[in-house]
């Protein structure tokens, strides 16, 4: 036996969600384990945000592709991914099409905040001023990765769910009426949502970005950034976060909530049951949220500025006249 059918074999429960759920998130707490040892060892936090994509990424892949893998295992398919992915026996054209664009969408999103958080601490000397009170301690330095596996798996959430739908649900004669492989509103208000979100985070970090250089290179002397969408907000960058997750658990929700996905699911289908995978999507952005207004994200800058500025005319007017985190256009 291969270590490949070990594993399935070993997380093949009854419920198609958890034998998808249950891999995934233990993935994201096997891959900041190993991220943190050698981190702690080092007392370096520089691959730290990058970890946390590479545990999207990979957490999101193997949710993707479980259900294929667990299918070639028991001998349902004898083909390879193209004869899984084909519409044959299920009466309907790209059935999976769903799976990949949510699963894209994670992917697009993990890259570019990864990429652009190991460049910013990479030129940073390798230091984020988060870490300077944990980073010589041990238990304290692993609980930041602890969380992040946390933060990985609840954002995940929705998309885990979605992956863990199984083929046969999509068709016609499986469940009574089939998931349907056209679009349902809920899908493209999701997606819509997504990409606003997505689009508002990387416009917020370019005129950040572009603020920066240019005070390097003495075109202006601002000391805070106050144009653009920061005129909007004070934290538009985190508002296109949370805003972006919200979308995608939309559109997981949409598709959940109908009585295919949960029979296939071995759910009632019953309103308890909806209202069970509707929170369990709805965790992800809550969970974002939280983070962001609570902990990590707003919090830090608001205390960091305001030791700075706060007694300056310029930053009062600005903090009472910009919202703090949902935008304000007019």
Not at 122 to 131: A, K, N, Q, V, Y
């Amino acid at each position: 036996m291969t270590l490949l059918q070990t594993l399935l074999r070993a997380t093949a429960f009854k419920s198609p969600l958890l034998r998808t759920l249950v891999p995934s998130v233990a993935l994201a707490y096997g891959i900041q384990t190993a991220v943190a040892v050698p981190s702690i060892a080092a007392q370096t936090e520089r691959y730290y945000d990058l970890s946390g994509s590479l545990t999207y990424l990979s957490c999101t892949a193997l949710s993707l592709f479980l259900p294929y893998l667990r299918a070639k295992n028991a001998g349902t398919i004898t083909g390879g991914v193209a004869e899984y992915l084909g519409s044959k026996g299920l009466g309907q054209g790209t059935w999976w099409w769903r799976q990949a664009l949510l699963s894209a969408a994670v992917g697009i999103w993990a890259t570019r905040l990864g990429t652009y958080l190991f460049k910013r601490i990479s030129s940073d000397s390798g230091r984020d001023s988060r870490f300077d009170s944990i980073r010589g301690t041990p238990s304290k330095f692993y609980v930041a990765f602890f969380a992040q596996a946390t933060w990985v798996s609840l954002c995940t959430l929705p998309v885990v769910l979605v992956n863990s739908i199984p083929r046969s649900a999509y068709a016609a004669s499986a469940f009574g009426t089939a998931i349907s492989a056209r679009p349902y509103l809920t899908d493209i208000l999701g997606l819509a949502i997504f990409v606003f979100g997505l689009a508002f985070e990387v416009t917020a970090d370019r005129q950040k970005d572009a603020w920066v250089q240019a005070k390097k290179e003495k075109k202006h002397s601002e000391e805070f950034l106050t144009h653009g969408l920061w005129s909007k907000s004070r934290h538009p960058n985190y508002f296109g976060e949370a805003t972006l997750w919200s979308g995608i658990a939309i559109a997981a929700a949409g598709l959940l909530v109908r009585q295919p996905a949960q029979a296939a699911l071995g759910l009632s289908g019953s309103a308890a049951s909806q209202m069970l995978v509707t929170g369990m999507c709805a965790a992800s952005p809550a969970f974002v949220s939280f983070l962001l207004l609570k902990v990590s994200g707003v919090p830090l800058s608001e205390k960091k500025y305001d030791k700075r500025y706060g007694d300056r005319k310029d930053y009062k007017k600005w903090k009472e006249e910009t919202p703090m985190f949902v935008p304000k256009f007019w």
